[in-house]
């Protein structure tokens, strides 16, 4: 089946340096790809809408300036958590549909920590 | 917009018994998709099962079926048979079905599964 291949899996750096998070889509090309966070306990919070070939879209609260995505191939989409502070200490997950999938495959998620 | 709603914060259940997770949601589409997935302590989302709206028949995985109710919005989700395995967050989601890859999942609040020997 499809396979979202996400890393690094847990990632601590030191406050205000940048961290990038890479999500590969293995199996199939994805023209599309999903950033969530999610706090402890809590649901999947969309950030943004990665697109290949073109500007991401980010979902509305959320700081295009902090979080930059780039999504340059069909296979790869990076999130890059810039001047990092420890409130964005989270939980970030990726996502993807292969074109002929009804459902959404899920990359296994980073654990950033922000210290 | 669309809203998913799940009311049940925290679900419990014996091993070999059942349970039901109960999720409503609201739109103004008359067709999409819904979803149950989970996610077990690892953290990894796993899609459980899922239902067309322009289906009648309701879906069935194994032990996990749904009870997909249109007029009245409601997917709840029957898991029989409960295994230890079985104890994670689950969470309801929904998608437009004409929108192509770039359509986006809408989740639930979701439903911590315990389940007990």
């Known amino acids: 089946g499809a396979v979202v291949s996400q890393h690094p899996s847990r990632v601590i750096c030191k406050s205000g340096t940048s961290v990038k998070i890479e999500c590969r889509s293995l199996d199939f090309q994805a023209t599309t790809m999903f950033w969530y966070r999610q706090f402890p306990k809590k649901s999947l919070m969309l950030m943004a809408t990665?697109?290949?070939?073109?500007?991401?879209?980010?979902e509305q609260g959320v700081e295009k300036d902090k979080f930059l995505i780039n999504h340059a191939s069909l296979t790869l989409s990076t999130l890059t958590v810039t001047s990092a502070h420890p409130e964005d200490s989270s939980f970030y997950i990726c996502?993807?549909?292969?074109?002929?999938?009804?459902?959404?495959?899920f990359g296994s998620g980073t654990r950033l920590t922000v210290v | 917009a669309q809203t998913v709603t799940q009311s049940q914060p925290e679900m419990s259940v014996q091993e070999a018994e059942t349970v039901t997770l109960s999720c409503t949601y609201d739109t103004s589409e008359s067709d999409y998709y819904l979803f149950w997935y989970k996610q077990p302590p690892s953290r990894q989302m796993i899609l459980v099962i899922r239902?067309?709206?322009?289906?009648?028949q309701n879906a069935t995985e194994n032990r996990f079926s749904v009870n997909f109710q249109k007029a009245a919005k409601s997917f709840s989700l029957k898991i029989s048979d409960s295994q230890l395995g079985d104890a994670a967050m689950y969470f309801c989601a929904y998608r437009p079905i004409n929108t192509g890859t770039a359509s986006k999942l809408t989740f639930g609040t979701g439903t911590r599964l315990q389940v007990t020997l």
């Open positions: 990665s697109n290949e070939g073109s500007k991401a879209t980010y």
């Open positions: 239902q067309e709206a322009y289906k009648q």
């Open positions: 996502s993807a549909r292969p074109t002929l999938s009804y459902g959404y495959t």
